[in-house]
């Protein structure tokens, strides 16, 4: 019974801190995993001493896994029809192996699965005013570009929201800080139609990267408080959103972490929705699968497909979600 308690003890701690320390980011990493080997500990010491109550204890662990981890990996996709169709890219590019030559076998790699994909947007991370222009050069794309910390440089990681192909263009744009006194941006990018018409369909894309505890110099509380503050912006703003938004980007943190918790609730996780499986999208050490890139959209999408391309480019795997933007009076 103490297993099953600290069980649920951590997952209210999880879902609750905003900006979770690295102990507790590593054991909601493994959340799922704990909850389905408690179960199995309960079931198994119930057999050994023939007790009701572990076994109970057992059922309800298990319970829990079913209805909390199975739904979350298991699709329900919006099989309508209705809306206009859109095809959404997050990656992280990992700043294309910086490469910078014309001609590059991670350049090429890349370039060759968004084609393969063929999305109508792109989020991309981990990219330079330099990758943003050799895969543009390449792809058609019309992008808004920021490095992480604002300063201008051409080759400074930061990230892009990109339009791409035959339906979509850039309309208004910018960059911002999450908060005016810490230097650390996201990209908001209107996506209008090509063939606009009185009725056609305008939704905005906003990127992000949320910044890992390691990347910001400073005593371990002030990071904690940074991050706190910086996602605590990014909720109030989701929370505010009346247009057909997407918010795509690497979150850093895992699907049991108190952002996306908050973020579910006025957002549909595509891949929730319509994924199969984990979705892991980077492998830590070689061993642990972690899911902490990311694809949400306003309830005025309907979600028909989500799905992560076996991509060997980066040290991220892509995330690929198809959209419906719904009429509003839907």
């Given at each position: 019974m103490a297993l099953l308690l600290g069980l649920l003890l951590l997952s209210g701690i999880g879902r609750w801190v905003i900006a979770p320390p690295l102990w507790l980011i590593a054991a909601l990493t493994v959340l799922p995993w704990l909850w389905l080997g408690g179960a199995a500990a309960l079931v198994v010491g119930a057999g050994l001493s023939r007790s009701r109550r572990l076994a109970a204890a057992g059922l309800l662990a298990g319970l829990v896994f079913v209805g909390v981890w199975v739904r979350a990996w298991a699709a329900w996709p919006d099989r309508s029809g209705s809306g206009v169709p859109l095809r959404v890219m997050e990656w992280n590019v990992q700043r294309l192996g910086w490469e910078d030559a014309e001609e590059s076998p991670r350049l090429d790699c890349v370039s060759a699965e968004i084609l393969r994909q063929d999305p109508d947007v792109l989020a991309l991370l981990e990219v330079t005013t330099r990758d943003v222009q050799r895969l543009s050069a390449r792809l058609d794309l019309q992008c808004v570009q920021v490095d992480y910390r604002g300063t201008g440089s051409t080759g400074r990681g930061g990230l892009a929201a990109c339009a791409r192909g035959s339906r979509w263009r850039l309309g208004e744009n910018h960059s911002r800080r999450f908060i005016e006194d810490i230097d650390w941006y996201y990209v908001f990018a209107e996506m209008l139609p090509l063939s606009a018409g009185p009725d056609s369909p305008v939704f905005n894309l906003v990127t992000v990267h949320l910044q890992?505890?390691?990347?910001?110099?400073?005593?371990?509380?002030?990071?904690?408080?940074?991050?706190?503050?910086?996602?605590?912006?990014?909720?109030?703003?989701?929370?505010?959103?009346?247009?057909?938004?997407?918010?795509?980007?690497?979150?850093?943190s895992a699907r049991d972490a108190a952002v996306h918790v908050r973020l579910r609730r006025s957002l549909v996780d595509s891949w929730e929705q319509a994924g199969w499986g984990p979705g892991a999208t980077v492998l830590v050490g070689g061993l642990l699968?972690?899911?902490?890139?990311?694809?949400?959209?306003?309830?005025?999408?309907?979600?028909?497909?989500?799905?992560?391309?076996?991509?060997?480019?980066?040290?991220?795997?892509?995330?690929?979600?198809?959209?419906?933007?719904?009429?509003?009076?839907?």
């Open positions: 890992p505890h390691g990347l910001r110099p400073g005593p371990p509380t002030e990071v904690v408080s940074d991050h706190n503050r910086e996602t605590r912006a990014l909720l109030d703003r989701m929370g505010r959103l009346q247009d057909p938004t997407v918010l795509a980007g690497d979150f850093n699968p972690l899911r902490i890139d990311y694809v949400y959209a306003t309830p005025t999408f309907g979600v028909e497909r989500a799905f992560i391309p076996d991509v060997d480019c980066s040290d991220h795997r892509p995330v690929v979600s198809d959209l419906r933007l719904r009429p509003a009076a839907d």
